[in-house]
């Protein structure tokens, strides 16, 4: 590859936006009309987890449509696997593909790990600190975010208020420094971002489809599975959204009558945090629909360059 920085892909947006189709398209496009091969290397915070697949939506092995995948099922749910460790081993992923004359396709909707692969951030290099976590843990986010926004009022603006472990992790850094510092981009790659915009209407109906879709295929029983394999209560709802809402309804504390219109409106207002963080990139070039058409040409003319 002949430019000074290697080519990497992203495809982001929200959830239920259809990233993973897309990226496949992409890669079967790459591998068929150019002269390198391509693969998908995830950027999800949960579909890491060995075990959460019809919960995080997580891609099967006939949707890959024999299209390499990384960076799904490298952890133990039972342990928190940071952004740090992450993007450490995703960064191997991409150099080994590199040297293979591979194209990497960065493929997902968690914002700080699409960010922390793609821009190379460095991360502070302050160990957890045990007795706190302990304490902090036993609080609320909300309390978290109050305490945050005390201390460190810019840090707050830019954390998920309800992402109990950055709230953690910041209020961890805080512990030992007057204030969290700015990630530094080391800028490792010469990018090219696609973001997914669907309509507000198209994207709920994608929504309320797919998770009545997930309750068939078995969600509920994969949370019970998860619990019985050693995953407390408390892990499976510190990981969001399905995870958290089965986990109430197999405790009895809802109903699954109850907990569908709920998630809904959660994973909404989880929508609604993912396009605050994208929108803030202008590196991202915007598409109306995970349609190749939108974006062939102008990954072809960028590949033409490597």
């Excluded at 390198?36 to 959460?52: N, T």
């Excluded at 922390?116 to 843990?137: E, H």
């Excluded at 669907?198 to 994207?203: V, W």
């Excluded at 959204?241 to 809802?254: D, I, N, P, R, W």
Aim: aromatic fraction near 8%.
């Amino acid at each position: 590859m002949s430019n000074t920085k290697p080519p990497v892909i992203g495809i982001v947006g929200p959830t239920s936006s259809g990233k993973s189709d897309l990226a496949v398209d992409l890669a079967l496009l790459i591998t068929t009309h150019t002269d390198y091969s391509s693969a998908v290397v995830s950027a999800d915070s949960r579909q890491v987890y060995k075990g959460l697949d019809i919960g995080s939506g997580k891609i099967t092995d006939k949707e890959m449509r024999g299209i390499p995948h990384y960076m799904l099922d490298v952890a133990s749910p039972k342990k928190t696997y940071s952004v740090s460790q992450f993007q450490k081993k995703a960064s191997s992923v991409i150099t080994r593909l590199h040297a293979s004359s591979t194209i990497p396709i960065v493929c997902g909707g968690s914002g700080l790990y699409v960010d922390a692969l793609l821009y190379g951030y460095q991360f502070p290099a302050i160990p957890p600190k045990t007795q706190l976590r302990k304490v902090l843990s036993s609080k609320t986010s909300e309390e978290l975010f109050i305490l945050l926004k005390d201390k460190d009022p810019q840090r707050a603006k830019t954390v998920d208020p309800q992402n109990k472990r950055r709230l953690i992790r910041s209020l961890e850094i805080l512990d030992e420094k007057e204030s969290v510092p700015s990630l530094q981009k080391t800028l490792p790659y010469s990018l090219r971002i696609y973001g997914i915009d669907l309509p507000q209407n198209i994207l709920y109906e994608r929504i309320h489809t797919r998770l009545l879709r997930r309750i068939h295929e078995g969600m509920l029983e994969e949370v019970s599975f998860l619990h019985t394999e050693g995953v407390s209560w408390k892990r499976l709802e510190s990981l969001g959204l399905e995870y958290t809402y089965c986990s109430y309804v197999l405790q009895g504390k809802m109903t699954l009558e109850e907990m569908i219109p709920l998630l809904e409106t959660k994973t909404r207002q989880f929508v609604k945090r993912q396009m605050t963080w994208f929108k803030r990139n202008t590196d991202i070039e915007w598409i109306s629909s995970p349609s190749l058409s939108q974006i062939e040409k102008d990954v072809l003319h960028f590949l033409k360059k490597v």
